[in-house]
């Protein structure tokens, strides 16, 4: 009896360990994606972007406000990060997350030159952002939703770090994904399969209206 016992359970051990295994495996989108940015990060330093992304109106809609805390994933340079941090105050705070180090890097230098210390750089991965449990009010993804490889980790992780009624934002543009752009329906349906309501869309943030931000909030 105790042979038989053993000749069951091995082999449903093994196949709970490999269904454990398939579920902690990455699934790619079924859509290619862009190659996330690494080079130099003044590119993103133009003196008319302010005024082109109207980004007071940006941080208005996501409700930003003293003592707010925001995320900026795939902050780069931590040109939003800056932005944002002077609208939260002192009482605020930004997280600058990014993948890549030296962008990382790049932001905590550029917080101590500014005397911004409520900007708090993050270095996440391709698959977590690694965001504290219900901690933001905000979140936005500014031009970086096309560049994630393991779209429903990323936003798992996000969504658990949003407080009940908090606005996350995207602004991306219509693209295949590999181009540097997302068509908007896609990237809809993926956020909202992850547990995400739209709740608004905007096309202000591009006078050619190819760029689009929508602002979800989690179910």
Not at 15 to 30: F, Y
Not at 104 to 132: K, M, Q, S, Y
Request: aromatic share 6%.
């Amino acid at each position: 009896m105790r042979s038989s016992m053993r000749l069951f359970i091995a082999p449903l051990a093994l196949a709970l360990s490999l269904l454990s295994l398939h579920a902690q495996t990455p699934v790619p989108p079924p859509h290619p994606t862009s190659t996330p940015y690494a080079g130099d990060l003044s590119i993103f330093e133009d003196p008319h972007r302010d005024a082109n992304l109207q980004i007071d109106r940006v941080m208005d809609i996501l409700h930003l406000h003293a003592g707010s805390t925001v995320a900026d994933i795939g902050a780069g340079g931590g040109w939003f990060s800056v932005r944002a941090a002077k609208r939260v105050g002192p009482t605020g705070t930004v997280i600058a997350e990014d993948i890549n180090p030296a962008a990382v890097t790049a932001i905590r230098d550029r917080a101590a030159r500014e005397h911004l210390p409520n900007i708090h750089p993050l270095l996440g991965t391709p698959d977590n952002p690694n965001l504290a449990p219900d901690s933001l009010d905000a979140a936005l993804m500014l031009k970086v939703y096309h560049e994630i490889a393991h779209p429903q980790l990323v936003l798992a992780n996000l969504r658990a770090a949003l407080k009940p009624g908090a606005r996350f934002g995207i602004i991306d543009r219509n693209g295949n994904g590999a181009d540097h752009g997302l068509n908007e329906p896609i990237l809809r349906a993926e956020v909202e399969a992850a547990g995400f309501q739209q709740i608004a869309r905007y096309t202000f943030t591009k006078a050619d209206g190819q760029d689009y931000f929508l602002i979800f909030e989690k179910r």
